[in-house]
């Protein structure tokens, strides 16, 4: 009877501590979080109670498994499965906490500072430098799982550490692509060329960076479609960034209009109409004669916004009002198609 009832009193009362001190900090810090909601990482860092317990059982687990005297033939084989979850669950902890970490970093600095680009240039490389502890850790975890479960597995370890050299210039050969995406990704993140949030012209595409990994990049079309680029199209093909240097943009919309237009009649509705509109930053503003024909002439007017968003907007609003206002008060001035009365008599005689 002893050799059954000593296991499960030895493992229920540790697992018992070990869940008593989780819940213990997950009190803590809610408690902290609730006294400073100023301070966003108590709150956060709730997130690591469940690893964490996993974490303080495989320890515990481990340290009393030879108090509970079952003398299995594989106690190694035990342990070794304890001490492999306590790793892989330590890293567990160490990832939540950095994601707990670079939020709080990120949303204490945005609350510092007005400017959105500083903003999202830190939340790009937070990003990316997240993804790098992460798949390091990830990794590097595994392999000591695998070693420790696997003891037999140890020499064969030596051995490809001895010819690591050998692997690492055919690993390098290749995955010349994934290393070539890597590095762009780092100077993308450290080079400021292109941040998460920026509005971006590709491939004839207009859209936002929605997402920057190690390897590939997510704009955000303006129709909500997505497109995935690797990381190194950014760095070796021209791109428009519209939000380099700051988010204030100015648009434009061309009228191809009649020459008898009252161009100042125009300009002056445009500014009226301008004053009217929220989206308009009154930064600047104009409307020019740019181009003239034989048939009419072409019309440019110009419209400064805070961002990208409230150009396009007022852009299209902009140019249906002007050809609105053109149709009411001066139709004349919309463009025609030369025509002229053939007698059919006289055209079928020729």
């Given at each position: 009877m002893e050799e059954v009832l000593r296991p499960l009193v030895v493992f229920a009362v540790t697992l018992a501590v070990t869940i008593a001190i989780g819940l213990a900090a997950d009190r803590v810090l809610r408690h902290t979080a609730e006294k400073h909601p100023q301070n966003r990482l108590p709150g956060l860092l709730r997130r690591i109670h469940l690893p964490l317990q996993i974490f303080l059982a495989s320890v515990a687990l481990h340290a009393t498994y030879p108090l509970a005297e079952i003398h299995w033939s594989r106690d190694d084989v035990v342990l070794n499965i304890f001490a492999a979850v306590a790793i892989l669950s330590a890293a567990w902890v160490v990832m939540r906490a950095v994601d707990a970490v670079a939020e709080n970093t990120l949303d204490k600095y945005a609350r510092r500072t007005i400017d959105t680009a500083r903003v999202r240039r830190l939340h790009t490389q937070l990003t990316l430098v997240r993804r790098i502890i992460t798949t390091v850790l990830a990794i590097t975890t595994a392999a000591v799982a695998i070693l420790i479960l696997f003891p037999d597995l140890r020499a064969l370890g030596t051995s490809l550490l001895a010819s690591a050299g050998v692997f690492g210039i055919i690993a390098g050969v290749a995955a010349q692509s994934t290393l070539g995406n890597l590095?762009?990704?780092?100077?993308?993140?450290f080079g400021d060329s292109v941040k998460i949030g920026d509005t971006v012209v590709v491939e004839g595409e207009w859209g936002t960076i929605e997402e920057i990994t190690l390897s590939f990049l997510t704009v955000r079309i303006w129709d909500d479609r997505r497109l995935t680029m690797p990381v190194s199209y950014f760095n070796s093909k021209p791109y428009e960034n519209w939000s380099k240097g700051g988010p204030q943009i100015t648009g434009t919309v061309y009228l191809y209009l009649d020459n008898n237009t009252p161009v100042a009649e125009l300009r002056s509705h445009l500014y009226d109409y301008l004053c009217t509109r929220d989206d308009w930053d009154r930064r600047n503003w104009?409307?020019?004669?740019?181009?003239?024909?034989?048939?009419?002439?072409?019309?440019?007017?110009?419209?400064?916004?805070?961002?990208?968003?409230?150009?396009?907007?007022?852009r299209c609003a902009v140019r249906e009002e002007l050809l609105a206002w053109l149709g009411r008060e001066h139709p004349q001035a919309l463009p025609k198609i030369p025509t002229s009365v053939v007698d059919s008599a006289r055209a079928m005689a020729d």
């Open positions: 590095m762009a990704g780092l100077q993308i993140a104009n409307l020019l004669v740019t181009d003239s024909t034989y048939t009419g002439i072409q019309v440019r007017a110009s419209m400064s916004a805070r961002n990208s968003d409230d150009v396009w907007t007022l």
